[in-house]
């Protein structure tokens, strides 16, 4: 198994610019999160989605969509890219709610100027 | 302040030494979860607690739910022991809450 993967793992975007953060599983997980990582600040909850077609709104979902149509794939679009979007940004899946261990993908870097 | 409080933020530590990692919540919550964060970015999960203790090789972590408060323990430390070390909690629901983490330095 891959577990979860994500692409890309680097870009730079120009302020205004729009683009999608790919994130895929394959442990036919349910619960699927998109995490920000700022330097020397925990991880924010962006999005989360616990099925297929299923999404709500975590702690800073401001400046991002999400959309959940296979229970594999869980795309985070950036529209209007903001300097205050440059971050390192996670997914991760769940066999399930709180108890259950999250896997991590290798994060994408982000860098708006 | 912030519901997850680690302690402390950074650490340095010599080969073999014992180490000890705090994290305080101020919530109920149903579960805590040690991660690593490695120093090429990636995270993984060590351990998920709801009570006691539980105990990974050189790793041990215990829970304290009255006190509301974690310890993760690291027995006999490594260079390969480097990383940042993450407290998470979760409530009621499938989320997670997550404290700043503890970067920990191991010296040879």
């Known amino acids: 198994n891959a577990g979860v993967t994500q692409t890309p793992k680097f870009r730079i975007l120009k302020i205004g610019q729009s683009m999608t953060l790919q994130c895929t599983q394959d442990?036919?997980?349910?619960?699927m999160y998109w995490y920000r990582q700022d330097p020397g600040m925990g991880l924010k909850l962006i999005y989360y989605?616990?099925?297929?077609?299923?999404?709500d709104k975590g702690e800073v979902p401001n400046g991002y969509n999400v959309s959940r149509s296979t229970t594999e794939d869980f795309p985070l679009r950036l529209e209007l890219a903001a300097p205050s979007q440059t971050s390192v940004y996670f997914c991760?899946?769940?066999?399930?709610?709180?108890?259950?261990?999250?896997?991590f993908g290798p994060g994408t870097r982000l860098l708006v100027l | 302040k912030n519901e997850v409080e680690q302690s402390p933020q950074n650490l340095t530590a010599q080969e073999g030494e014992f180490i000890t990692i705090n994290c305080s919540y101020s919530?109920?919550?149903?579960?805590l979860h040690w991660l690593q964060q490695h120093p090429g970015g990636g995270i993984v999960s060590l351990f998920m607690?709801?009570?006691g203790k539980k105990k990974h090789g050189r790793l041990i972590a215990t829970i304290n739910i009255q006190e509301k408060h974690s310890s993760l323990h690291i027995t006999a430390s490594h260079p390969r022991d480097s990383a940042v070390y993450i407290c998470?909690?979760?409530?009621?629901?499938?989320?997670?809450?997550f404290g700043e983490g503890t970067q920990l330095t191991v010296n040879p």
């Open positions: 989605s616990v099925g297929a077609g299923i999404t």
């Open positions: 442990m036919n997980h349910n619960y």
């Open positions: 998470a909690v979760g409530t009621s629901g499938s989320r997670l809450t």
């Open positions: 607690l709801s009570s």
């Open positions: 991760a899946s769940s066999n399930g709610r709180e108890r259950e261990t999250q896997y």
């Open positions: 919530v109920g919550i149903s579960a």
